[in-house]
């Protein structure tokens, strides 16, 4: 493992980026969240997954020329195309003009269709709770996980995320509907090690803690079995019935790699205009620190909020500079055209 600094490694992305064909600003954009993620510690949707974006921009399956527009208005509530455009600059339009609804209405929401990947979720969620707005997201995605009861793939993992604002740090949820997504999975395989818990099935249908055998199999677990199984069937449908878009079995027909013509929602509400921040601080922090003076479990050290660790792994990255696994470091750098 080595150590990269923030700045160097969103120059090094963003020239991989710019190589692949992205105009310039839509390349920044991406480099400074891919960068962000891995800042947090969200390795799987920070460097880990640039070369894959970079081989979707190659393959033509991200539309470089995408003009996103607004589809329809009703309400506080409006449906964007996206186009097929890159996800992380649809995303953060669809985020920031949810919020705007929502400053002049407390609650706003934008659903967003035929997008692409929108990377680490939790993005989202921390730009709106770090603008004073609670946030809920979700996509879709392609069939990536049984349903349970089943063997072949035909859910998403549909990614959740919540936050809310709160001046010692937000609350931030971004959770997979599988018990470890994907990106989880192959950061564990590089670093050698099992999941703490089972994640998923092997080719045989044994439970399993071992990454690479559920990778082949793609068959990972729902989180909380049949309820992460059905939580995904619902957020699948609901994202396309409000953004009038793809659900997962018509994204599975388009062949445009993982999320390739999505359906995402985004809610931002002004709690401003209800409580008021001193209210929702106060409510916040007494359940922080109700939840955090937890006796620790027998294989614990301490118990945390949603995205305690995203904080504290952010300010080491920005002191230390981020970790990041070699291999991926030098295959990024390749695709910069840049040398160690």
């Given at each position: 493992?080595?150590?990269?600094?923030?700045?160097?490694?969103?120059d090094?992305?963003?020239?991989?980026?710019?190589?692949?064909?992205?105009?310039e600003?839509?390349?920044?954009?991406?480099?400074?969240?891919?960068?962000?993620?891995?800042?947090?510690?969200?390795?799987?949707?920070g460097?880990?997954?640039?070369?894959?974006?970079?081989?979707?921009?190659?393959?033509?399956?991200?539309?470089?020329?995408?003009?996103?527009?607004?589809?329809?208005?009703?309400?506080?509530?409006?449906?964007?195309?996206?186009?097929?455009?890159?996800g992380?600059?649809?995303?953060?339009?669809?985020?920031?003009?949810?919020?705007?609804l929502?400053?002049?209405?407390?609650?706003?929401?934008?659903?967003?269709?035929?997008?692409?990947?929108?990377?680490?979720?939790?993005?989202?969620?921390?730009?709106?709770?770090?603008?004073?707005?609670?946030?809920?997201?979700?996509?879709?995605?392609?069939?990536?996980?049984?349903?349970?009861?089943?063997?072949?793939?035909?859910?998403?993992?549909?990614?959740?995320?919540?936050?809310?604002?709160?001046?010692?740090?937000?609350?931030?949820?971004?959770?997979?509907m599988?018990?470890y997504?994907?990106?989880?999975?192959?950061?564990?395989?590089?670093?050698?090690?099992?999941?703490?818990?089972?994640?998923?099935?092997?080719?045989?249908?044994?439970?399993?803690?071992?990454?690479?055998?559920?990778?082949?199999?793609?068959?990972?677990?729902?989180?909380?079995?049949?309820?992460?199984?059905?939580?995904?069937?619902?957020?699948?449908?609901l994202?396309?019935?409000?953004?009038?878009?793809?659900?997962?079995?018509?994204?599975?027909?388009?062949?445009?790699?993982?999320?390739?013509?999505?359906?995402?929602?985004?809610?931002?509400?002004?709690?401003?205009?209800?409580?008021?921040?001193?209210?929702?601080?106060?409510?916040?922090?007494?359940?922080?620190?109700?939840?955090?003076?937890?006796?620790?479990?027998?294989?614990?050290?301490?118990?945390?909020?949603?995205?305690?660790?995203?904080?504290?792994?952010?300010?080491?990255?920005?002191?230390?500079?981020?970790v990041?696994?070699?291999?991926?470091?030098?295959?990024?750098?390749?695709?910069?055209?840049?040398?160690?």
């Amino acid at each position: 493992m080595t150590r990269i600094a923030f700045e160097h490694m969103h120059d090094v992305v963003f020239d991989a980026f710019r190589k692949a064909g992205m105009n310039e600003p839509d390349a920044r954009t991406c480099a400074r969240v891919h960068t962000e993620s891995s800042c947090d510690g969200i390795y799987s949707h920070g460097l880990n997954r640039v070369p894959r974006f970079v081989d979707y921009l190659r393959r033509g399956w991200i539309n470089l020329d995408a003009k996103p527009a607004l589809v329809k208005r009703v309400g506080p509530m409006e449906i964007h195309d996206g186009d097929f455009g890159a996800g992380i600059p649809n995303a953060l339009r669809a985020i920031d003009r949810a919020q705007e609804l929502a400053a002049t209405g407390a609650v706003g929401i934008v659903a967003l269709r035929n997008t692409t990947h929108w990377m680490r979720g939790g993005t989202y969620g921390w730009r709106a709770a770090e603008r004073g707005f609670v946030a809920i997201a979700w996509t879709n995605t392609e069939a990536c996980m049984p349903a349970w009861g089943g063997r072949n793939t035909r859910i998403g993992n549909n990614p959740f995320v919540m936050a809310v604002p709160r001046a010692k740090g937000p609350l931030v949820l971004d959770m997979a509907m599988s018990q470890y997504s994907y990106g989880k999975l192959q950061v564990t395989r590089l670093k050698g090690e099992k999941l703490p818990y089972p994640g998923g099935f092997d080719g045989e249908g044994r439970l399993t803690s071992e990454p690479g055998p559920i990778e082949q199999s793609m068959r990972i677990l729902p989180m909380g079995y049949w309820k992460g199984s059905g939580f995904s069937v619902v957020l699948d449908t609901l994202a396309a019935v409000l953004s009038e878009g793809l659900a997962t079995h018509e994204i599975d027909t388009l062949g445009r790699g993982s999320c390739g013509g999505c359906s995402q929602v985004f809610i931002a509400i002004d709690p401003r205009q209800l409580g008021g921040q001193a209210f929702t601080d106060r409510v916040a922090d007494g359940v922080v620190d109700y939840v955090t003076s937890s006796t620790p479990a027998e294989d614990a050290r301490e118990v945390r909020y949603p995205g305690e660790a995203q904080l504290r792994t952010r300010a080491d990255h920005r002191a230390q500079g981020i970790v990041v696994d070699d291999s991926v470091w030098a295959d990024v750098l390749a695709l910069a055209g840049r040398t160690a």
